[in-house]
């Protein structure tokens, strides 16, 4: 059921291959920006400045795409997961407000600080932590990420974490951190197989997960409402590994890792004889193609921070962010 994410998606997979294919490199330094031979050297993904500077130009983007309904506003500030989730929710708004967002509140993101990874080649990246104005007492965690020094930085996971409550990432003398490999195998599951191992997780079970709201709860809630009355709802789950998708992981103090993560899940919702599919909310309605007789698919975008302990721990999922991006009536 996957599905091809469209020309934008494409030609930022050929910039990459691209971008692989060349012999010189721009990165960048705490002071600046050196020219270095090859991929291979190990330097900071971008200066705090500079960092600072792309939080402040995302926050401007979203809250301009927000009051207006527009996501063509911040389509240079966003990708990967959150892209999809933030193109569905304006698509919606706009569908059921065409004049612009009536409860429109700018956001504000304060108190920030930033982990920046050193680490050889593309994609660049880090991390920005802030208190947001929205969200209550829980803070915004954001994954900023780029393949080219010529594209602006675009946030491709956002998440609302309890301050305090992840572990802490490992930083050198100068305060920069590690970033981890997706193929690192001293870790309970390798940042790369993450995304389908907790696609099995939520449809076998097992024990790489450890219990929580995330896991183990999850799938009490999806048995309780796989049977009602007059209404069966599948689940299918995907994992979402490849270019904008792809995993980031931080190392922690532990020796663990911080990873990023992405999963795709559909919930096919079917009536029975003599029954009809529950009138869904506006914001469905705006985003769903064919005429919903007997069942409605609902197709949503997640992604999720977990940590990633040493070989023999159970991976635990700290939070995770979802939006509904289609739905097909039949």
Known sequence: MSRDRGPRRLRRLDRRVLIAASVTALSLTASGCVVVHGEREVLPTTTRAEAAKALQQFTTAYNAADKAYDSSLDAD??????????????????????????????????????????????????????????????????????????????????????????????????????????NATELAVPPGQLSKDYTTYLKSGGQTFAAGPHT?????????????????????????????????????EDGGALVFFTTRRFEKETAAAGTSIPTPNANVQALTTGEIKQSLTLEFVSNGVAVDPKSGGQVSIEARLEGLTSAEGS
């Open 77 to 182: 500030h966003v990708t990967g997961a959150l892209g999809d989730i933030d193109a569905a929710r304006l698509k919606a708004g706009h569908t059921n407000s065409p004049s612009g967002n009536p409860a429109h509140t700018p956001l504000t993101l304060t108190d920030a600080t930033f982990t920046i990874p050193k680490k050889a080649g593309w994609p660049r990246w880090f991390v920005a932590e802030a208190q947001g104005n929205k969200g209550g007492n829980l803070h915004w965690l954001l994954v900023f990420t780029r393949d080219d020094l010529n594209e602006p930085f675009q946030v491709a996971y956002l998440t609302l974490i309890t301050p305090g409550s992840l572990p802490k990432v490992k930083k050198d003398a100068a305060g920069w951190a590690e970033s981890v490999p997706a």
């Open 216 to 252: 183990s709860d999850w799938r009490s809630q999806r048995a309780k409402s796989a049977k009602k009355p007059g209404l069966v709802t599948q689940y299918i789950d995907e994992p979402v590994t490849s270019g904008d998708y792809a995993p980031l992981a931080l190392r922690t």
